[in-house]
T-cell receptor, first 110, second 115 residues
């Protein structure tokens, strides 16, 4: 079946630290991969996406590369800010549905 | 991307009453919308796929008589939690997908508290 596994949180970092949130997936076929971000009390916002192997999605300083050989889509940011504190979800699509990982809480301290 | 609006953003209701949550696609005609449920500090669980002009498709374990879905137009889907109980308290989120293997766009969510 289709599933997404994310590293457990919370992840606590100081401002300007480097961020990595690991995400691996299991899927039949070739899904598209996404990172969504959720701020407290809000819905999800698309952060970035990649639709095929070796694609790199990027947005607001965040990046993730679709690695077919390792079935991974790790999220990275070179220098986090307090405003990046949120919950991050890795997801894959199959057909018109999405499968989400458990989410990783990120806390950035000033 | 599509703009999706949910209403209300939060609601408190008494046990035994029913609550309706609306999901509107403001700039996109959606033949399909999705309803999710999210428990505190947990991921999203797909409840059902709402299909315009036909019956919703429910995920395994979701009671269709408990969670009534109506998708009467291309811009509006509603979720009604019938005879709500405290265990129905949760965060409900709708989304609109714009095609196969493409991203979904989410409403801001509705926090339901049943007392």
């Amino acid at each position: 079946g289709n599933s997404v596994t994310q590293m457990e949180g919370p992840v606590t970092l100081s401002e300007e630290a480097f961020l990595t949130i690991n995400c691996t997936y299991t899927a039949t076929g070739y899904p598209s991969l996404f990172w969504y971000v959720q701020y407290p009390g809000e819905g999800l916002q698309l952060l970035l996406k990649a639709t095929k192997a070796d694609d790199k999605g990027s947005n607001k300083g965040f990046e993730a590369t679709y690695r077919k050989e390792t079935t991974s889509f790790h999220l990275e940011k070179g220098s986090v800010q307090v405003s990046d504190s949120a919950v991050y979800f890795c997801a894959l699509s199959y057909g018109n549905k999405l499968v989400f990982g458990a989410g990783t809480i990120l806390r950035v301290k000033s | 991307g599509a703009v999706v609006s949910q209403h209300p953003s939060w609601v408190i209701c008494k046990s035994g009453t029913s609550v309706k949550i609306e999901c509107r696609s403001l700039d996109f005609q959606a033949t399909t919308m999705f309803w999710y449920r999210q428990f505190p500090k947990q991921s999203l669980m797909l409840m059902a796929t709402s299909n315009e002009g036909s019956k919703a498709t429910y995920e395994q374990g979701v009671e269709k008589d408990k969670f009534l879905i109506n998708h009467a137009s291309l811009t509006l889907s509603t979720l009604t939690v019938t005879s709500a109980h405290p265990e129905d308290s949760s965060f409900y989120i709708c989304s609109v997908g714009q095609g196969m293997n493409t991203e979904a766009f989410f409403g801001q969510g509705t926090r339901l508290t049943v007392v």
